[in-house]
């Protein structure tokens, strides 16, 4: 008898009690525990359930507009002139990032366990507005949670989402930020989820949120690593190149890669405008372990085990904390952490736009820019491949009156 394959990295995390290695669990107020637990066993039974794979396609294409195609940034890959670079066009999305590919997931599950309401938090408002639209295709109420400083300088996104029948709550504790738009919404959830479901933004929480949000965006990584291997003749991306915050589009794009142990996984923090504690966001960089939202993960933690402050010129990085997939990559070296400063960003969002016709998201622009600098340090025989997580129509006005036209 064959030996039985090696289980996949997706197959062996979480462990049963929701844990990645000593990161993970669920450290949530035992009030919404068995709402939890009702989560994941519905999850379990309906991941495997063609109806719900055909109803999950049904909207990834027809609404989302699935697949997006992978990309071959050729004008700034000849002026680097070293390694090639491609982009995955999670931009393209309907409603502009990689967001909704959870999103739908979750108003599909609401739909199915009887919820009539989806609640979450969100930085940018690109998770806001993905999951407004989502509740509207499904016949949900939604109530979005955003921090005061985001519903300033996001505007057209709290727009949006009221347009699309959201409620639109903003947090103003604190930095008025990510991390206070998280707390305001778990309150919000642990109040109402009798009738309501958390749809968490990014693979960060209590358990089962990490495994279900990793799951819903690995389509990322499954269609990206098909096209590649269409686009190349057969090969692999040398390097996969993601930005990140709680890790949504870094899960998703590394899980069509993750067990391929050749192609090197890059995560790309935001340096902000120092390395100075409260002048960055760069979790994985500077952070230790903590428990934040309901997971023991890695966090910025000031001396007294307090969240930091955390700054950056992209809204939807602004988090102190981190997913307990993505603690547990870094711990095992399995992917390798960069990080790229403000300045750096608005360069490459300006570079970008006039050398190749796509104006990025500034968490986007992180990934792009520190793809940019190791192709130029590469050889013309190495690939590689950066998610380009959403687009920067929600960037234009800020970056307009604080930067000009570049
Ligand atoms: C376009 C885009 N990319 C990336 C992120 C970072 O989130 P995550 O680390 O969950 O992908 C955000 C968050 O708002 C975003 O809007």
Not at 125 to 154: I, N, P, W
Request: aromatic letters at 6%; charged letters at 20%; glycine letters at 10%.
């Amino acid at each position: 008898m064959m030996p039985d394959p090696k289980p996949s990295h997706s197959q062996s995390y979480p462990d049963t009690d929701g844990y990645f290695g000593q990161f993970g669990g669920n450290h949530y107020p035992p009030e919404v525990r068995p709402a939890l637990e009702e989560l994941r066993s519905t999850y379990e039974e309906l991941r495997q359930s063609p109806d719900f794979q055909h109803a999950l396609d049904k909207a990834r294409i027809g609404l989302q507009g699935r697949p997006t195609p992978v990309h071959y940034l050729e004008n700034i890959s000849n002026q680097v002139g070293g390694a090639r670079i491609f982009v995955k066009r999670e931009d393209l999305n309907h409603t502009g990032a990689h967001k909704i590919n959870h999103c739908v997931g979750f108003a599909l599950l609401a739909k199915k366990m009887g919820k009539t309401k989806l609640i979450a938090e969100t930085g940018a408002g690109q998770h806001g507005v993905a999951l407004a639209t989502a509740a509207a295709y499904f016949g949900l109420e939604c109530e979005v949670h955003m921090g005061g400083v985001d519903v300033g300088k996001q505007s057209s996104n709290v727009g949006r989402m009221q347009l699309l029948g959201a409620q639109v709550v903003s947090a103003t504790a604190g930095q008025s930020a990510l991390k206070e738009a998280s707390d305001s919404a778990f309150d919000s959830y642990a109040k109402q989820h009798e009738h309501a479901l958390y749809a968490i933004g990014s693979a960060i929480g209590p358990h089962p949120f990490p495994m279900i949000v990793r799951d819903f965006q690995a389509v990322v990584g499954q269609e990206a690593r098909e096209q590649f291997l269409s686009i190349t003749d057969g090969s692999l991306p040398d390097h996969v190149v993601a930005c990140v915050a709680g890790g949504s589009n870094a899960m998703g794009m590394y899980s069509g890669f993750i067990d391929d142990s050749e192609v090197v996984l890059h995560a790309v923090e935001p340096l902000g405008k120092s390395d100075q504690l409260g002048q960055h966001a760069a979790t994985l960089s500077y952070g230790r372990p903590g428990t934040l939202h309901g997971a023991r993960s890695v966090v910025l933690q000031e001396d007294d085990g307090t969240p930091a402050q955390v700054s950056s010129v992209a809204s939807g990085l602004v988090y102190p904390g981190i997913g307990p997939e993505m603690a547990l990559l870094h711990e095992t070296g399995r992917i390798s952490v960069a990080r790229i400063s403000d300045e750096e960003v608005i360069s490459t969002f300006f570079r970008m736009a006039k050398f190749e016709g796509i104006i990025p998201a500034l968490e986007s622009a992180h990934a792009l820019a520190f793809a940019i600098q190791l192709a130029s340090q590469r050889p013309s025989s190495e690939r590689i491949l950066v998610n380009l997580s959403g687009r920067g129509d929600k960037d234009v006005d800020y970056v307009l009156e604080n930067y000009g036209t570049g």
